[in-house]
């Protein structure tokens, strides 16, 4: 297919993708920029990416003044413990929609899309009383646990899809030379549905990362805050930003993302590939 | 594979325990505590968000609990963004701190739904005696004081002094500013590629109606529920002079309407505008962030055909009216509140303070600061603004006069259409 693509076309398709690139890299580039200028320099009209004398001080102020590490940690506490417990539940809930047949399939497909329906400023306050009546409001505990209840729906949507694509004569196969459905779950399923858990881990993973709303009205004490909350505490009152360190700590805050994303990355290409050369 | 068991194995656990260590409550999460005879804890919620402020105020609640071993105080740190849906929130389920730091316009409808306890008998004479009734009136709430205003800001025009002076126009320094003036000034300015004022309008509301007060424009009449709107020469006097500037004089950076004080001060700095209206608080960050050699000053307060009158909306300290320990709440806050300690939390904000005292103390404090003395100045003319008051204020502000000012200063809609889409929208708001 390639030797019949003209040159030109093959130079298109790359300076669509650098362009592509730039416009999504370009605002990570200048707020990288931002995170080495001193206020002096941010709040002046000149526009250059690269610092005219390279500030290091909005790092520290960043790690200093607002508890920058401790909200890391509760961070990728909440987003691994999310992550993981979505994607175990997830899993023989998919498999049970895409393959179970009857009302009860029909039931909770359309449960999945009703609560995907409710804003979340809508139930806030019930699900805040609720979790006071569990001794769970003002833990990271509890904030996981709403933040599993929030993305099932989507994460149950995504992965019944992968389920529904994996032929069930595979299934049948393997029934008939005596697998019981947890094995063929195990043996069978569970590896072509890699790419698929991967995906879904990399989405709840992220969801748990970014969330600011819930884990400001759920999360009390400050030692509790997450990565969110901590870097909106540099918005201060009447407009008033801290750019710098907001810049430094947001770069700070992008760091086990990335490291999450490179890990998994490879997994979801690796998943795909798996198998697509035998015969 | 026994290895995948061992590595499975290990992440259960390590997830196990980030699971179980994830269900501690944090320290907010109180136990009733003076039931046993122990110290009694307040919590206190600050909101605080520059550095200086928030070892300030641990400063004087160090001083506090130093003096006081019977009743403790906890900082709460939080922040300003988000705070309305967090405390809300907290008062419905039951889980308020017994201090709670905010701003006057935004804890009317806290008062009103009766989440705040009635401080009037329990504030300090002295302080009460302090604070103009303007700015008591602005916390005053069905005839209750219901929070201690702390410090406020006004605005104010800041100058570049080089500029002003190359179009032949001398500095005013004393008494007030008035309209004519700086109107005047701005149109004398204004030269190819350099504007006479830049104002950031982007959020146009709470200073347009800010400043129509100087003009007797006060919107509404009533209090709560029962509220009037009247829409009249005086309300749009403020705005209908920042349009003519804009688009009758043209000395008025058209840019800066869009977007935010802060942005506007690049501008500013880098010689494109020759003065811009800011908030008072911007006098610390202009010296601070100023380049090396710009001459800058703070001019007199602005004087509307009324007076320099200004709305008073002050940061506040309340207490939750379900707290076990208002009297013990009031105490703290009557300390917290002395002139002393209210003008270093004013200077370390860069805020105006509401009582005498602290407006004395941070004089001595800002003494190497000479824009200080006209941003204090502009403190006698806050009043308390009608719209403090109105239940729905702020959502008509939200949904209402934020887009219809923004369409007049875009020159998208006419006066009458203005004075149209605010009357109609407060019928809509108000039901």
């Known amino acids: ?71 890391a940690g509760n961070s990728i506490m909440v987003a691994l413990v999310t992550m993981v417990i979505t994607v175990l539940l997830s899993m023989p809930m998919a498999y049970a929609l895409a393959r179970l047949k009857g009302r009860l399939r029909a039931a909770g497909t359309v449960w999945i899309l009703v609560s995907q329906v409710f804003p979340t400023i809508l139930i806030i306050i019930p699900l805040f009383l609720v979790l006071r009546s569990l001794q769970l409001n003002d833990t990271l505990f ?56 991967v995906a879904t ?21 400050p030692e509790l805050y997450t990565l969110p909350i901590a870097l909106r505490s540099f918005l201060g009152a009447e407009g008033q930003t ?38 | 594979m026994r290895r995948i068991r061992g590595i499975s194995a290990i992440a259960f656990a390590g997830i196990a325990a980030l699971t179980l260590s994830a269900c501690q409550q944090g320290s907010a999460n109180r136990d009733d505590d003076a039931t046993d005879g122990g110290p009694v804890t307040l919590q206190f919620q600050s909101l605080s968000d520059q550095p200086t402020t928030q070892a300030a105020i641990k400063e004087i609640v160090d001083a506090w609990n130093a003096e006081n071993d019977d009743v403790q105080v906890e900082i709460i740190q939080a922040g300003w963004d988000g705070t309305y849906d967090k405390l809300i929130t907290q008062f419905t389920g039951g889980t308020a701190p017994d201090i709670i730091h905010f701003e006057a316009s935004s804890i009317a409808s806290f008062a009103a739904d009766g989440y705040l306890a009635d401080l009037t008998d329990l504030i300090d004479p002295a302080l009460k005696s302090d604070i103009s009734e303007g700015i008591w009136d602005s916390v005053t709430h069905d005839g209750q004081i219901i929070a201690y205003p702390s410090t406020l800001q006004s605005y104010m025009a800041f100058a570049n002094v080089d500029l002003l002076e190359e ?19 701005a149109k004398k300015a204004t030269k ?19 400043l129509a007060l100087g003009f007797d424009g006060g919107f509404f009449e009533g209090e709560g529920e029962d509220v009037t709107i009247d829409v009249g020469d005086p309300e749009l006097a403020v705005v209908d002079r920042i ?36 908030g008072s608080f911007q006098a610390t960050n202009i010296a601070n962030d100023a380049p090396d ?26 207490v939750n009216i379900d707290s076990e320990h208002v009297e013990e709440s009031a105490d703290f806050l009557n300390f917290f509140m002395n002139s002393e300690n209210l003008a270093k939390i004013a200077y370390a904000d860069a805020l105006i303070p509401s009582s005498g005292g602290a407006r004395a103390e941070v004089e001595t404090l800002a003494a190497d600061n000479p824009a200080w003395t006209q941003v204090l100045a502009s403190g006698d003319g806050l009043v308390g603004p009608p719209f403090l008051k109105v239940s729905k204020y702020t959502e008509w502000k939200d949904t209402v006069a934020t887009p219809a000012f923004q369409q007049f200063l875009a020159d998208q809609i006419s006066r009458d259409e203005l004075a149209k889409q605010l009357t109609d929208g407060w019928a809509d708001v108000a039901g």
């Open chain 1, 1 to 71: 297919m390639n030797a019949r693509r003209p040159w030109y076309g093959t130079g298109l398709m790359y300076v669509a993708l650098a362009a592509y690139l730039i416009f999504l890299g370009f605002p990570l580039l200048w707020l990288l920029s931002a995170s080495f200028k001193s206020t002096r320099e941010l709040n002046s009209l000149a526009v250059n990416l690269i610092p005219q004398n390279w500030d290091f001080s909005n790092y520290t102020a960043a790690l200093e003044r607002q508890n920058l590490i401790t909200a």
């Open chain 2, 243 to 278: 349009h003519e500037m804009a688009y009758t004089d043209k000395s008025v950076d058209p840019t800066s309407l869009t977007q935010s004080g802060s942005d506007v001060l690049a501008s500013f700095y880098g010689g494109k505008i020759a003065m811009t209206v800011q």
């Open chain 2, 293 to 318: 050699g710009f001459d800058w000053v703070a001019l007199p307060p602005i004087e509307g055909s009324a007076g320099a009158f200004q709305s008073a909306n002050p940061q506040t300290y309340s």
């Open chain 1, 201 to 221: 881990a990399m989405f709840t993973f992220v969801s748990a990362w970014n969330e600011f709303f819930l884990a400001l009205v759920l999360l009390q004490s």
């Open chain 1, 142 to 197: 509890g904030l996981i646990l709403v933040y599993v209840t929030f993305t099932m729906p989507f994460t149950l949507w995504m992965l019944q899809g992968y389920v529904a694509a994996i032929p069930p004569e595979l299934e049948e196969a393997a029934e008939m030379d005596g697998a019981g459905r947890f094995t063929i779950l195990r043996t069978v399923i569970l590896p072509l549905l890699a790419p698929g858990l």
């Open chain 2, 192 to 210: 190819d590629g350099q504007y006479g004022l830049g104002w950031g309008l982007g959020s146009p509301t709470s200073t347009i109606m800010s």
């Open chain 1, 242 to 279: 801290q750019l710098g360190p907001l810049a430094a700590g947001a770069i700070l805050a992008t760091i086990p993302s990335l490291i999450i994303f490179g890990i998994l990355q490879k997994k979801l290409t690796g998943g795909m590939l798996a198998g697509a050369v035998k015969g």
């Open chain 2, 167 to 185: 179009a032949g126009i001398e500095v005013p320094q004393d008494g007030t500013l008035t309209w004519d003036q700086l109107r005047d000034m």
